[in-house]
């Protein structure tokens, strides 16, 4: 990874973010190729650490409690080519390569897949794989 703090075990690059009273920071995965949006998820201290550390994506999952590697189930892991933060220190970007193209649990590229047409969401980007068939019946 470029731009990654020389040593990732000092807590003092993790000062500069603005975390949310419950230890969080939004944090977008983008495709480092193409500037696509794949999705946004939530990074706590650790998982944000665990990320530099380990070059692979690592977030926080509000519903489970723990952290989650993505792709760990999928085998669609996130390979961090670089880790950015916005000029309010608030907001997280790891520019990514996403293995297996697939970034959402619903078996397309992005978890953005809906556009707003006339009053209504509307899915507008394709399944490519079935999600029964990436996770089977969990």
Same mark, same amino acid.
């Given at each position: ?6 040593? #990732? ?6 000062? $500069?973010? =603005?975390w949310?009273a419950?230890g ?6 983008q495709?480092?190729?193409?500037g696509?949006?794949?999705m ?6 650790? /998982? ?7 070059? *692979?994506?690592v977030?926080?999952s509000? $519903?489970?409690?723990?952290l ?5 189930? /999928? &085998? *669609?892991q996130?390979? #961090?080519?670089?880790? =950015? ?5 608030d907001? #997280?970007?790891?520019k ?8 959402? *649990?619903t078996?397309r =590229? /992005?978890?953005?897949?809906r $556009? ?6 509307v899915g ?6 079935d999600?029964?068939?990436?996770? &089977?019946?969990?």
């Amino acid at each position: 990874m470029k731009d990654t703090p020389d040593n #990732v075990d000092n807590p003092d690059w993790l000062e $500069s973010i =603005r975390w949310t009273a419950d230890g969080l920071v939004p944090a977008i995965a983008q495709d480092a190729a193409t500037g696509d949006i794949l999705m946004m998820a939530w990074m706590n201290r650790e /998982s944000l650490r665990l990320t530099a550390e380990e070059g *692979h994506a690592v977030y926080w999952s509000r $519903s489970r409690g723990k952290l989650w590697r993505k792709g760990e189930t /999928s &085998g *669609h892991q996130q390979v #961090v080519k670089d880790i =950015r933060l916005d000029c309010d220190e608030d907001v #997280v970007l790891l520019k990514v390569e996403q293995k297996g193209g697939i970034a959402c *649990h619903t078996g397309r =590229r /992005s978890c953005f897949y809906r $556009s707003l047409q006339d009053g209504q969401w509307v899915g507008v980007e394709p399944v490519i794989k079935d999600p029964d068939a990436i996770y &089977g019946n969990q």
